[in-house]
Protein backbone atom coordinates (compact mmCIF):
# COMPACT_ATOMS: atom_id res chain seq x y z
CA UNK A 1 0.00 0.00 0.00
CA UNK A 2 2.66 2.37 1.15
CA UNK A 3 4.74 1.37 -1.94
CA UNK A 4 1.96 1.85 -4.60
CA UNK A 5 1.43 5.75 -2.80
CA UNK A 6 4.94 6.34 -3.84
CA UNK A 7 4.67 5.22 -7.25
CA UNK A 8 1.25 6.97 -7.55
CA UNK A 9 3.28 10.31 -6.41
CA UNK A 10 6.62 9.92 -8.52
CA UNK A 11 3.94 9.27 -11.26
CA UNK A 12 2.02 12.59 -10.66
CA UNK A 13 5.24 14.93 -9.75
CA UNK A 14 6.30 13.86 -13.55
CA UNK A 15 3.03 14.35 -14.71
CA UNK A 16 3.26 17.78 -13.17
CA UNK A 17 6.75 18.55 -14.88
CA UNK A 18 5.85 17.33 -17.91
CA UNK A 19 2.49 19.43 -18.20
CA UNK A 20 4.03 22.59 -17.06
CA UNK A 21 7.24 22.33 -19.20
CA UNK A 22 4.74 21.40 -22.17
CA UNK A 23 2.50 24.54 -22.28
CA UNK A 24 5.27 27.12 -22.36
CA UNK A 25 2.77 30.30 -23.64
CA UNK A 26 3.50 31.61 -26.93
CA UNK A 27 2.41 35.16 -28.57
CA UNK A 28 1.04 33.37 -30.71
CA UNK A 29 -1.59 31.53 -28.86
CA UNK A 30 -4.04 34.70 -29.20
CA UNK A 31 -7.05 34.13 -31.85
CA UNK A 32 -7.56 37.16 -33.65
CA UNK A 33 -10.96 37.99 -35.53
CA UNK A 34 -10.18 40.50 -38.87
CA UNK A 35 -12.70 42.50 -37.92
CA UNK A 36 -12.22 44.90 -34.83
CA UNK A 37 -12.88 48.48 -34.58
CA UNK A 38 -10.17 50.31 -36.39
CA UNK A 39 -8.94 52.51 -33.80
CA UNK A 40 -7.56 51.16 -30.47
CA UNK A 41 -8.29 54.73 -29.13
CA UNK A 42 -12.08 55.10 -28.32
CA UNK A 43 -14.89 57.10 -26.40
CA UNK A 44 -17.63 55.12 -24.81
CA UNK A 45 -20.96 56.31 -23.67
CA UNK A 46 -21.27 54.17 -20.61
CA UNK A 47 -25.47 53.26 -20.20
CA UNK A 48 -25.38 50.10 -17.94
CA UNK A 49 -28.36 50.51 -15.75
CA UNK A 50 -27.28 47.39 -13.94
CA UNK A 51 -23.70 47.34 -13.93
CA UNK A 52 -22.45 50.78 -14.44
CA UNK A 53 -19.68 50.10 -11.03
CA UNK A 54 -18.03 47.32 -12.94
CA UNK A 55 -17.40 49.59 -15.86
CA UNK A 56 -14.88 51.89 -14.44
CA UNK A 57 -12.69 48.59 -13.41
CA UNK A 58 -13.21 46.59 -16.95
CA UNK A 59 -11.78 49.94 -18.29
CA UNK A 60 -8.96 50.54 -16.21
CA UNK A 61 -7.87 46.87 -17.00
CA UNK A 62 -7.26 47.00 -20.90
CA UNK A 63 -5.85 50.81 -19.94
CA UNK A 64 -3.30 49.83 -17.48
CA UNK A 65 -2.06 46.44 -19.40
CA UNK A 66 0.70 47.09 -21.37
CA UNK A 67 -1.37 47.00 -24.42
CA UNK A 68 -1.84 49.78 -27.14
CA UNK A 69 -5.76 50.61 -25.78
CA UNK A 70 -7.15 53.82 -24.74
CA UNK A 71 -10.55 53.64 -23.54
CA UNK A 72 -12.53 57.12 -22.13
CA UNK A 73 -15.72 57.86 -21.48
CA UNK A 74 -17.48 61.00 -22.91
CA UNK A 75 -21.23 62.06 -22.63
CA UNK A 76 -21.85 61.08 -26.09
CA UNK A 77 -20.33 58.72 -28.56
CA UNK A 78 -20.66 56.76 -31.64
CA UNK A 79 -19.97 53.73 -28.99
CA UNK A 80 -22.30 52.34 -26.51
CA UNK A 81 -22.41 49.84 -22.98
CA UNK A 82 -25.47 49.02 -22.04
CA UNK A 83 -26.63 46.53 -19.87
CA UNK A 84 -30.33 44.70 -20.56
CA UNK A 85 -32.35 41.45 -20.43
CA UNK A 86 -31.06 40.10 -23.62
CA UNK A 87 -33.72 36.76 -23.53
CA UNK A 88 -31.31 33.85 -24.46
CA UNK A 89 -28.20 32.69 -23.25
CA UNK A 90 -25.72 34.71 -24.01
CA UNK A 91 -23.37 36.78 -21.80
CA UNK A 92 -22.98 39.81 -23.53
CA UNK A 93 -23.23 41.03 -26.65
CA UNK A 94 -21.81 43.28 -29.21
CA UNK A 95 -22.20 44.42 -32.62
CA UNK A 96 -18.44 45.68 -34.70
CA UNK A 97 -18.34 48.14 -37.23
CA UNK A 98 -14.99 50.08 -38.40
CA UNK A 99 -16.49 53.19 -37.21
CA UNK A 100 -18.78 52.18 -34.05
CA UNK A 101 -19.68 48.91 -31.69
CA UNK A 102 -21.86 48.52 -29.02
CA UNK A 103 -22.05 46.32 -26.15
CA UNK A 104 -24.70 44.70 -24.03
CA UNK A 105 -24.10 42.89 -20.72
CA UNK A 106 -27.16 40.23 -20.39
CA UNK A 107 -28.41 41.61 -16.90
CA UNK A 108 -30.07 38.76 -16.46
CA UNK A 109 -27.92 35.77 -16.70
CA UNK A 110 -24.65 38.35 -14.87
CA UNK A 111 -24.17 39.11 -11.07
CA UNK A 112 -21.46 41.32 -9.72
CA UNK A 113 -19.31 38.83 -9.82
CA UNK A 114 -19.15 38.21 -13.35
CA UNK A 115 -19.86 41.57 -14.66
CA UNK A 116 -16.50 43.08 -15.02
CA UNK A 117 -15.06 39.91 -16.84
CA UNK A 118 -17.92 39.92 -19.35
CA UNK A 119 -17.34 43.80 -20.49
CA UNK A 120 -13.02 43.22 -20.46
CA UNK A 121 -14.04 39.90 -22.76
CA UNK A 122 -16.31 41.92 -24.85
CA UNK A 123 -13.91 44.73 -25.40
CA UNK A 124 -11.47 42.53 -26.44
CA UNK A 125 -13.27 41.44 -29.36
CA UNK A 126 -13.93 44.96 -30.28
CA UNK A 127 -9.72 45.18 -30.43
CA UNK A 128 -9.75 42.37 -32.72
CA UNK A 129 -9.87 39.35 -30.49
CA UNK A 130 -11.81 36.48 -31.50
CA UNK A 131 -12.75 33.60 -29.14
CA UNK A 132 -9.82 32.13 -27.44
CA UNK A 133 -11.00 27.94 -26.30
CA UNK A 134 -8.11 26.38 -26.37
CA UNK A 135 -8.22 24.74 -23.20
CA UNK A 136 -4.40 23.57 -23.88
CA UNK A 137 -3.37 27.23 -22.87
CA UNK A 138 -1.27 27.54 -19.37
CA UNK A 139 -3.30 30.89 -18.84
CA UNK A 140 -6.84 31.15 -19.12
CA UNK A 141 -7.62 34.03 -21.39
CA UNK A 142 -10.01 37.29 -20.90
CA UNK A 143 -11.14 35.38 -24.86
CA UNK A 144 -12.16 32.11 -23.42
CA UNK A 145 -15.49 31.35 -22.46
CA UNK A 146 -14.49 28.26 -20.67
CA UNK A 147 -12.56 30.75 -18.40
CA UNK A 148 -14.08 30.99 -14.39
CA UNK A 149 -15.74 34.59 -14.86
CA UNK A 150 -15.56 35.09 -11.27
CA UNK A 151 -11.49 34.79 -11.44
CA UNK A 152 -10.83 35.87 -14.90
CA UNK A 153 -11.52 39.85 -14.77
CA UNK A 154 -8.38 41.06 -16.39
CA UNK A 155 -6.71 40.77 -19.92
CA UNK A 156 -3.31 38.25 -19.89
CA UNK A 157 -0.56 38.24 -21.76
CA UNK A 158 -2.33 36.12 -24.14
CA UNK A 159 -5.01 38.71 -24.65
CA UNK A 160 -2.79 41.67 -24.84
CA UNK A 161 -0.41 40.13 -27.35
CA UNK A 162 -3.37 39.64 -29.72
CA UNK A 163 -4.18 43.34 -29.25
CA UNK A 164 -0.68 44.65 -29.88
CA UNK A 165 -0.40 42.50 -32.63
CA UNK A 166 -3.79 44.05 -34.13
CA UNK A 167 -2.52 47.97 -33.52
CA UNK A 168 0.44 50.07 -34.19
CA UNK A 169 1.95 52.25 -32.36
CA UNK A 170 -0.72 55.17 -32.47
CA UNK A 171 -3.82 52.89 -31.88
CA UNK A 172 -4.45 52.70 -35.74
CA UNK A 173 -5.12 48.64 -37.28
CA UNK A 174 -2.34 47.13 -39.22
ZN1 LIG B 1 -16.76 36.17 -27.03
Not at 24 to 34: E, P
Not at 84 to 98: P, R
Request: aromatic share 12%; glycine share 6%.
Amino acid sequence: MKKSKKYLSIILLSCLFLCTTQFTVYATDYVLSGGGYYTSRVTITNNMLTFSSYFSPAQSAWNNATSRVNITTGLWSNNTIDSYDISDSYWGLNGISSTSFYIVINSVKNTSSTAQSVIVHELGHVFNLADNNNILLATVPIMSNYRDRTVVKTPTSIDIAGVNASYNISGNKY
